[in-house]
């Protein structure tokens, strides 16, 4: 509590801050069927005051059915007013390839035509694998039925196509032998698909993002298999080879500062594509281009970090889709002797299944060995994170009038 009133203050009297906020588990709390998802309307007035101070960095989409930007109009009960009251949230989608302003006009600068095609092609690619996996796992099941399974899992989004394994994971109730059928059978569907696009043409342009896993070997993400405590991994996204937070950072970090300044410290073209790969090129990217007193404090909220305990070795497995982007941004501040915040929410009060700190705290999240540290942790959600963000909104709008 102390240390939380001591960041607010802080945040609220400092002279440049910028805010990259994750979005599911962070400001809506998780469902097992993302059509359900709801804002807070208050929420959405508490990101416009804080103006261009904030952003978000999703693996979600900002357009389309499934979009964020239907959840907005839906929460505020009208299509129209959201683009003309400027009420999108701004930042960026698709885990990096999506920009929006808040006017919800759409860019996604470093896709070629050819990917984009390939993408659109991909839930019909899925679709009659899925009917075979499905038919193998659950032989009982009628056709109906497995359409029925069909359409809650196979999420068609226009540059992020998923497969999600929560409709499915419902019939097998606690039987996590069966969830972990399930999740290897789709991992190795879904890398077929990117071998096809490789004999394609398309060779360097996708890779999978498996949503909760357990960190990267060999360029590849670790699926989290299901335990009898830990429901593992969910969900299993297609995505655009380069398309991780880490870069959106690097993407919302050069947008902010040509807001503020008029120059964009790393060029006016820069996107995920021509970002550095590694955690050190980015860290130097940065020192070369951005000058100290244009470096804002950045406060990074997320809710999908994991550390899992290597059997019979001393060693950590850590990933979560949050991790990387969160550690950057600590890492950002150290090297530029900012003291950058973390904020960690606890989504697990969710209908997802997740490792809850009420009730085992950061097993499963973090561990005493791991670098990334928490400097504010909400154990109670979403609801609690919107109404510490919604307070802080109100207290800095106030301080920058001033
Ligand atoms: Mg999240």
Redesign the pocket.
């Given at each position: 509590m102390a240390s939380n009133l001591k960041v607010q203050k802080q945040l609220i009297h400092s002279k440049n801050i910028l805010f990259i906020q994750?979005?599911?588990?962070?400001c809506i709390p998780?469902v097992k069927d993302p059509m359900t998802r709801k804002l807070e309307s208050k929420y959405i007035y508490a990101v416009k005051e804080f103006a261009e101070e904030f952003f978000v960095l999703?693996?979600g989409e900002h357009e389309g059915p499934r979009g964020v930007n239907r959840i907005i109009e839906r929460s505020l009960g009208c299509t129209t007013e959201p683009k003309k009251k400027e009420l999108y949230l701004r930042g960026l989608a698709a885990c990096g390839v999506e920009y929006q302003d808040n006017d919800g006009e759409i860019s996604f600068e470093g896709v070629s035509e050819k990917e984009l095609d390939f993408l659109s092609k991909v839930p019909s690619l899925i679709r009659p694998k899925f009917n075979l996996i499905v038919k193998n796992i659950f032989p009982e099941l009628d056709q109906e039925n497995i359409n029925f399974h069909a359409a809650k899992s196979i999420c068609q989004t226009r540059f992020s196509p998923t497969i999600n394994f929560n409709s499915l994971f419902e019939l097998v109730k606690k039987d996590s032998d069966k969830r972990k059928h399930i999740q290897i059978s789709f991992e190795k569907m879904m890398n077929e698909i990117i071998y096809k696009a490789e004999n394609e043409g398309l060779k360097n342009s996708f890779f999978l993002h498996i949503s909760p896993n357990l960190g990267n070997e060999n360029d590849r993400e670790i699926i989290k298999l299901s335990t009898k405590t830990d429901i593992g991994s969910t969900d299993i996204q297609l995505l655009i080879k380069g398309a991780v937070k880490d870069s959106g950072v690097l993407f919302l970090l050069n947008k902010f500062i040509e807001i503020k300044t008029g120059k964009a410290p790393f060029g006016s073209n820069f996107n995920f594509r021509n970002s550095p790969k590694s955690v050190r090129e980015k860290i130097d990217l940065c020192k070369r281009s951005i000058h100290k007193s244009d470096m804002p404090l950045i406060i990074g909220v997320?809710?999908?970090v994991t550390s899992k305990k290597n059997n019979g070795q001393k060693s950590y497995l850590r990933g979560g889709?949050?991790r990387s982007f969160l550690e950057f941004i600590q890492l950002l501040g150290n090297e530029f002797g900012i003291n950058n915040k973390i904020i960690f929410v606890d989504?697990s009060s969710g209908e997802v299944e997740r490792p809850s700190i009420k009730k085992t705290g950061l097993i499963g999240i973090s561990d005493i060995y791991d670098k990334l540290k928490f400097d504010i942790v909400f154990k109670n959600g979403p609801k609690e994170y919107i109404s510490w963000f919604i307070e802080l909104a109100k207290k800095r709008s106030n301080f920058k009038k001033k």
């Open positions: 994750d979005i599911d588990g962070v998780l999703t693996c997320g809710d999908t889709s949050d989504s």
